[in-house]
């Protein structure tokens, strides 16, 4: 790409030069430019001393364009409002920050706390990618994320533990009442399985004298859905505190029994640690925190 820094005029001059060009007028272009008239006069008089060429005509009451003026004038409008739109682009990428989490996660528990997001930031944008898929900072998929996972972590990375992964049962209080009085009622119950598929293991921590077929029942590939089938009364679904909790205060799923299956995975917030500093994601960064902290259902 050639050099074309010898070649530009200043872009202060060239800016008051559009104004003026568009207001035909020194006092009122020093008013939008919050100049002085002389200011103004004296950065158009520097660039047509500077490009050779005579801009305007100086008349007793205004100014008017000489023909080389009208049609540069054409020209430095539309390369400025080029450099308006690419900084408003610039301005507007810069206030908009990328989570992404897992569908389930942001169904559940990210969603129904935005309202206090838009309360905290409500000059920030915020873009949600509801996805199982890892995110890639270095290509831009993501500035943060929330991903069920455990550590070690690779040391570019800062994470945090958000919500730790202990799972239990829960059914809808009419499925209860109607079908699971007992742990040995599990024989006969429909089981809601979802991608990570820990019926298994939990079946094994209850050490039950009777045997349970953990291959049949009900499968979802994400959580959230295997919650809402246990809402809807299809059957028993393992789930954690803050996938359910709100669920469970509204009355629409209970836990029938107080057993939970401890899981070395766990809800972390995951970010490049290059960018901690940047405010706008360190900020958001804060507020995920904070928010898990002081409402982690």
Not at 49 to 78: C, D, H, M
Not at 214 to 230: E, H, P
Not at 237 to 252: F, K, T
Not at 270 to 277: I, L, M, N, S
């Amino acid at each position: 790409m050639p050099d074309l820094s010898n070649k530009l005029p200043p872009l202060n001059a060239l800016r008051a030069f559009e104004v003026t060009a568009r207001r035909l007028n020194f006092r009122l272009a020093a008013e939008d430019m919050f100049l002085t008239q002389g200011a103004v006069a004296q950065q158009v008089r520097h660039l047509e001393e500077t490009l050779g060429v005579k801009l305007f005509n100086r008349l007793p009451r205004g100014l008017s364009l000489t023909e080389i003026g009208a049609t540069y004038y054409v020209e430095i409008q539309k390369s400025l409002e080029i450099i308006a739109l690419a900084t408003e682009k610039l301005q507007k990428k810069s206030s908009e920050i990328t989570i992404s989490t897992t569908p389930s996660l942001a169904s559940k528990w990210l969603i129904p706390h935005l309202a206090n997001f838009q309360r905290a930031f409500p000059y920030l944008d915020l873009k949600i990618v509801a996805t199982e898929k890892v995110s890639s900072f270095t290509q831009g998929d993501a500035d943060l994320a929330i991903r069920l996972t455990k550590p070690p972590f690779d040391k570019s990375i800062s994470a945090s533990l958000l919500f730790p992964m202990d799972v239990y049962m829960v059914c809808s209080p009419q499925h209860q009442q109607a079908h699971f009085h007992s742990l040995q009622d599990l024989a006969s119950q429909v089981l809601l399985h979802d991608a990570h598929d820990l019926w298994s293991p939990f079946i094994q921590s209850l050490a039950l004298p009777i045997a349970i077929d953990t291959s049949k029942g009900l499968r979802f590939n994400q959580t959230a859905l295997a919650i809402d089938a246990a809402i809807a009364g299809q059957g028993i679904a393992l789930a954690s505190d803050p996938l359910v909790a709100n669920d469970i205060s509204q009355c629409r799923l209970v836990k029938p029994f107080d057993i939970h299956l401890q899981q070395a995975l766990g809800y972390y917030l995951v970010f490049p640690k290059e960018d901690a500093e940047k405010p706008h994601l360190k900020a958001i960064a804060n507020w995920i925190m904070a928010e898990a902290k002081q409402h982690p259902f």
